[in-house]
């Protein structure tokens, strides 16, 4: 069984910057693909950036290019989303996802095995 909790949401101004983190358990993380997803009110549920395992290769939603990174480090199992240049339109619950021995990343939710429980992102205005 893995678990995800993610932290580092909260509070910003636009034009500001967090990074989420994304702590994962077990033995699994190393040898899975990860992506990170978020939901606004009355929203579905998109894609915002997706990585190998190895770390080598990313997606992004073509909206986010050049403002939104992901990375990992398998030596602390945890995975990344450094967010610049925050706007309103990015406040939504983020989550993580796990795409269990995954090697290549994806950015089909329904191809991830295990989800977070999510992290509040507000931009104010």
């Known amino acids: 069984q893995v678990q995800l909790v993610e932290s580092g949401g909260g509070l910003v101004q636009a034009g500001g910057s967090l990074r989420l983190s994304c702590a994962a358990s077990?033995?699994?993380?190393?040898?899975?693909?990860m992506g990170w997803f978020r939901q606004a009110p009355g929203k579905e549920r998109e894609f915002v950036a997706a990585?190998?395992?190895?770390?080598?290769?990313?997606y992004y939603a073509d909206s986010l290019k050049g403002r939104f990174t992901i990375s990992r480090d398998n030596a602390k199992n945890a995975v990344y989303l450094q967010m610049n240049s925050l706007k309103p339109e990015d406040t939504a619950v983020y989550y993580c996802?796990?795409?269990?021995?995954?090697?290549?990343?994806?950015?089909?939710?329904?191809?991830?095995?295990?989800w977070g429980q999510g992290t509040q992102v507000t931009v104010s205005s």
């Open positions: 990585i190998s395992r190895s770390g080598i290769t990313t």
């Open positions: 996802a796990l795409d269990l021995y995954a090697p290549g990343p994806t950015v089909v939710a329904g191809a991830y095995d295990y």
């Open positions: 077990g033995r699994t993380f190393s040898s899975s693909s």
